[in-house]
Nanobody, 122 residues
Framework: QVQLVESGGGLVQAGGSLRLSCAASGLTFSTYTMGWFRQAPGKEREFVATTSWRVSRTFYAASVTGRFTISRDNAENTVYLQMNSLNPEDTAFYYC???????????????WGQGAQVTVSS
C-alpha cells in the first residue's frame, strides 16, 4: 500500500520560510516522479513543483520559480519543498504527489498524500 506522509506545514509571516517533507512508502521511490501541488480555498488544485525520476530534472510553476526548491533523497524515500520569501498568496493545502510520468497533472497523479496546511500571514 502506497503512503505519502507530509510534514512541516504551519503558520509563517510574509517573507518567511518553511520546509515541507514527504516520506514515501510502499513504492519504488527512485522510479517515481515526486512533486508538490497546492489547493487554496475555492480554487482548483495546482501544480507547484516536481522532480522527475528519469534524469532528476526539476520543474516549477512560474509563481514559485526562484523562491521554492524541490529536492529528493532516494536513500530516505523523501521529497522536500523548501519555500522561501513566502507571501499570503502561497497560503494553501500542500499535497505530495507520486507518479510515473515526468510532469504529472493534477488530474493524473497516481498517489496523493493527505496534505499539509501552509498559512502565510501579511
Amino acid at each position: 500500500q502506497v503512503q505519502l506522509v507530509e510534514s512541516g506545514g504551519g503558520l509563517v509571516q510574509a517573507g518567511g520560510s518553511l520546509r515541507l517533507s514527504c516520506a514515501a512508502s510502499g513504492l519504488t521511490f527512485s522510479t517515481y516522479t515526486m512533486g508538490w501541488f497546492r489547493q487554496a480555498p475555492g480554487k482548483e488544485r495546482e501544480f507547484v513543483a516536481t522532480t522527475s525520476w528519469r534524469v532528476s530534472r526539476t520543474f516549477y510553476a512560474a509563481s514559485v520559480t526562484g523562491r521554492f526548491t524541490i529536492s529528493r533523497d532516494n536513500a530516505e524515500n523523501t521529497v522536500y519543498l523548501q519555500m522561501n520569501s513566502l507571501n499570503p498568496e502561497d497560503t494553501a493545502f500542500y499535497y505530495c504527489a507520486a507518479d510515473r510520468s515526468e510532469v504529472p497533472t493534477a488530474t493524473g497523479v497516481a498517489y496523493w498524500g493527505q496534505g499539509a496546511q501552509v498559512t502565510v500571514s501579511s
